[in-house]
């Protein structure tokens, strides 16, 4: 059986380094599990796949999708933008500080990664660029700032995190919540000292005027700012479940950007809906493919041997969580997060409950990880999709990046790893584990 395993890794990985779809990634390596091992029929997995993802909890992955489209069509982000701008513009690089908050809290609101950056990068990067900042370092802060839409809850990775490994999402939504939070106040920090040594104009605008203009700019603001508002207090008020959460925020952003901001339109609606329906669709047959294929690992016992290996290299629980992180970087980056999740989730939570540590303290382990992964390649999603937005070479964005990686996520990941009250604090305190 241990070899029929390692076969079917390896078709995956081959799959992989051709830079075949995932869903086919999967689908090779699961034919092979299913036609050339007796573990079960491929019709038997077919109705168990299915049977995971009629899971009403999944509802919530399509309607944040669809929340994050309506959001960037609206004109949301644009008031939450013009608000922090205000407060914030007459200080020396406060526009990077101003984007760094802005992505933290679109991506909360839409789950996603990537909205932070559809949202924010086509309006701030060019303003940045004209105060003074390198347009290579203001995509690669923006680019590392959505990924904090991936950490600050409601996060999409924490859903199928909790989904899979049947955790309470409440408890794996707050597990991430103060790495992301210090991570968002880092890349501040990271910021500031990066403008002393650039000539970085500053609005003229006194204190005065920005005073006579709060009133109207907070008001015009104040609708933006009650969706996550809105969608956070019903999940942890215990009003909403996550799932209804997202089809408020759903329900929220299209009269709002109707109505208020006057943004959205009938035909931006339906064109929205059929991005979402697109991106959700390749989503839900790579997570069916992924699932199934997970599960063809746990029923051949490959989380035991790998259990069993690593055990057997040493029993010092902190090489043990060096290999996991090691691990997991790697992971990320070669799948992206989702994928990840599915893939690795059930494979490594039997060897972590043996180490002593909690799913819930997992969760926050291997969502700062993956999460790091959409920066790093070769897959890089989000890296990827900033540069377009920014319009900026590979070779330009690579150095600010990695920097950001090596002040922000790389320690985030050491901290919250080997400091479980980082990310147990809030769930103890709400009474969720």
Same mark, same amino acid.
């Given at each position: 059986?241990?070899?029929?395993?390692?076969?079917?890794?390896?078709?995956?990985?081959?799959?992989?380094?051709?830079?075949?779809?995932?869903?086919?990634?999967?689908?090779?390596?699961?034919?092979?599990?299913?036609?050339?091992?007796?573990?079960?029929?491929?019709?038997?997995?077919?109705?168990?796949?299915?049977?995971?993802?009629?899971?009403?909890?999944?509802?919530?992955?399509?309607?944040?999708?669809?929340?994050?489209?309506?959001?960037?069509?609206?004109?949301?982000?644009?008031?939450?933008?013009?608000?922090?701008?205000?407060?914030?513009?007459?200080?020396?690089?406060?526009?990077?500080?101003?984007?760094?908050?802005?992505?933290?809290?679109?991506?909360?609101?839409?789950?996603?990664?990537?909205?932070?950056?559809?949202?924010?990068?086509?309006?701030?990067?060019?303003?940045?660029?004209?105060?003074?900042?390198?347009? /290579?370092? %203001?995509? =690669?802060?923006?680019?590392?700032?959505? &990924?904090?839409?991936? @950490?600050? +809850?409601?996060? #999409?990775? *924490?859903?199928?995190?909790?989904?899979?490994?049947?955790?309470?999402?409440?408890?794996?939504?707050?597990?991430?919540?103060?790495?992301?939070?210090?991570?968002?106040?880092?890349?501040?920090?990271?910021?500031?000292?990066?403008?002393?040594?650039?000539?970085?104009?500053?609005?003229?605008?006194?204190?005065?005027?920005?005073?006579?203009?709060?009133?109207?700019?907070?008001?015009?603001?104040?609708?933006?700012?009650?969706?996550?508002?809105?969608?956070?207090?019903?999940?942890?008020?215990?009003?909403?479940?996550?799932?209804?959460?997202?089809?408020? /925020?759903? %329900?929220? =952003?299209?009269?709002?950007?109707?109505? &208020?901001?006057?943004? @959205?339109? +009938?035909?931006? #609606?339906? *064109?929205?809906?059929?991005?979402?329906?697109?991106?959700?669709?390749?989503?839900?047959?790579?997570?069916?493919?992924?699932?199934?294929?997970?599960?063809?690992?746990?029923?051949?016992?490959?989380?035991?041997?790998?259990?069993?290996?690593?055990?057997?290299?040493?029993?010092?629980?902190?090489?043990?969580?060096?290999?996991?992180?090691?691990?997991?970087?790697?992971?990320?980056?070669?799948?992206?997060?989702?994928?990840?999740?599915?893939?690795?989730?059930?494979?490594?939570?039997?060897?972590?409950?043996?180490?002593?540590?909690?799913?819930?303290?997992?969760? %926050?382990?291997?969502?700062?990880?993956?999460?790091?992964?959409?920066?790093?390649?070769?897959?890089?999603? #989000?890296?990827?999709?900033?540069?377009?937005?920014?319009?900026?070479?590979?070779?330009?964005?690579?150095?600010?990046?990695?920097?950001?990686?090596?002040?922000?996520?790389?320690?985030?990941?050491?901290?919250?790893?080997?400091?479980?009250?980082?990310?147990?604090?809030?769930?103890?305190?709400?009474?969720?584990?």
């Amino acid at each position: 059986m241990l070899v029929d395993l390692v076969i079917s890794i390896a078709i995956l990985v081959f799959l992989l380094s051709f830079g075949t779809p995932l869903p086919f990634c999967f689908g090779g390596a699961l034919m092979y599990m299913v036609l050339c091992t007796d573990i079960g029929s491929m019709s038997g997995m077919y109705l168990w796949g299915f049977e995971q993802l009629i899971n009403p909890v999944l509802l919530c992955i399509p309607l944040f999708v669809f929340a994050g489209n309506l959001m960037s069509e609206s004109g949301i982000a644009d008031a939450l933008l013009r608000l922090c701008n205000l407060l914030l513009g007459r200080f020396k690089g406060a526009l990077g500080s101003v984007a760094v908050v802005a992505c933290a809290i679109i991506g909360a609101i839409s789950g996603s990664g990537l909205t932070g950056v559809a949202a924010t990068g086509p309006l701030l990067i060019p303003r940045m660029e004209a105060q003074g900042y390198d347009r /290579a370092y %203001a995509t =690669a802060l923006i680019a590392n700032a959505s &990924v904090l839409g991936l @950490l600050i +809850p409601p996060s #999409i990775n *924490m859903v199928v995190y909790g989904w899979v490994t049947e955790t309470s999402i409440l408890a794996c939504f707050l597990s991430t919540l103060l790495p992301g939070l210090i991570l968002m106040l880092v890349f501040c920090v990271v910021n500031s000292c990066y403008v002393r040594r650039r000539p970085i104009r500053v609005s003229s605008e006194s204190f005065g005027q920005a005073v006579k203009k709060l009133p109207k700019t907070g008001l015009a603001a104040l609708p933006a700012l009650m969706m996550p508002v809105i969608i956070l207090g019903g999940i942890y008020g215990g009003i909403m479940t996550p799932t209804e959460s997202a089809a408020v /925020a759903c %329900a929220y =952003a299209i009269p709002v950007g109707l109505f &208020v901001y006057r943004g @959205l339109r +009938p035909g931006a #609606i339906s *064109m929205a809906a059929k991005e979402s329906a697109t991106a959700v669709g390749s989503i839900m047959v790579m997570v069916l493919f992924g699932l199934m294929l997970s599960q063809q690992f746990v029923f051949g016992g490959l989380p035991q041997e790998l259990a069993d290996f690593l055990l057997g290299v040493t029993q010092n629980k902190a090489v043990l969580l060096l290999l996991i992180n090691a691990v997991l970087i790697f992971v990320g980056m070669i799948l992206n997060d989702v994928t990840g999740i599915l893939l690795m989730s059930p494979l490594l939570l039997p060897l972590v409950k043996a180490m002593g540590i909690h799913p819930v303290h997992f969760a %926050a382990i291997i969502g700062v990880n993956l999460s790091m992964g959409t920066l790093t390649p070769p897959f890089a999603g #989000i890296l990827y999709f900033s540069m377009r937005i920014g319009k900026v070479e590979f070779a330009d964005i690579v150095g600010p990046v990695m920097l950001l990686l090596c002040l922000g996520y790389i320690p985030m990941c050491f901290l919250v790893t080997f400091y479980e009250p980082l990310a147990m604090w809030l769930p103890r305190f709400f009474g969720l584990v």
